[in-house]
């Protein structure tokens, strides 16, 4: 019997999973990452609650990367009013793409949604990824969906170094990703736990799922402008690690075989 590699072999949208306690898990999981973000979590957290409302059954999974101000705190207040939310922490700071993958872990639902802790995604643009990534006519290799910001609400010098950096791994990488810098994102669990790990992998996402030899999608999404605290990340510090990476990551791709078809006898 001939089969796709996506389904049967890893069971990424074939039945329903189930959770501990044996009924039938989430459809979605929406993994939050937050540091030193305690103006905006409740907000987010509510936000994302009302936006996945229509969609069915949903965990939200608050992964709170040691942060240094009340984060803990608020988040935790917040499951009395919020029951889907699971709030998880590190006892050491560790960053944004280990926070994602903390949170992917813990996850009881077979499709994860990601998007970042300062409130400049917005949480409205999960449902519509969602939809598409899970129709009836999807390619059957495809496993994720990446926004991409239709109107970047940042500065101009951010924006400006963002199309940059985009454009050249764009060129080099060959992943077909105009903004990789965004973090909403819906995809597969199982395809995500397949990836290689590294930090700043929640910027190589698409990179690695063709690696995979996967379909990777792209749709325009809201960007809003940060409302409290400030920017974990600048030019100077981002550039300094893209060239490192990106090298790591044509390594991988350097690396790569595909066995194609799978036969099963």
Known sequence: MVRSDIEPLYGWAAGAIRDDAGGAAPQIAVVVPMHNEEENAAELIGEIATALAPVGSFEIIAVNDASTDNTLGVLTGLKDTHKELRVLSHKQNAGQSRAVRTGVIAARAPI??????????????????????????????????????????????????????????????????????????????????????????????????????????????????????????NNLKRARVAIRDMMGVIWLQARARQPGEIEES
């Open 112 to 233: 994860i949604a990601t998007l970042d802790g300062d409130g400049q995604n917005d949480p409205a643009d999960i449902p519509a990824l969602f939809a598409r990534l899970t129709r009836k006519d999807a390619p059957p290799l495809l496993a994720m969906l990446a926004g991409e910001r239709a109107k970047r609400q940042d500065s101009a010098a951010k924006k400006f170094a963002s199309r940059f950096a985009n454009g050249l791994r764009k060129r080099v990488l060959k992943d077909g990703a105009n903004d990789t810098g965004c973090g909403l994102k819906v995809f597969y669990r199982g395809a995500f736990l397949r990836l290689p790990y590294f930090d700043h992998i929640h910027r190589y996402l698409p990179a690695l799922m063709v690696r995979e030899g996967l379909t990777v999608e792209f749709m325009a999404v809201n960007h809003r402008p940060r409302l409290h605290g400030t920017s974990k990340y």
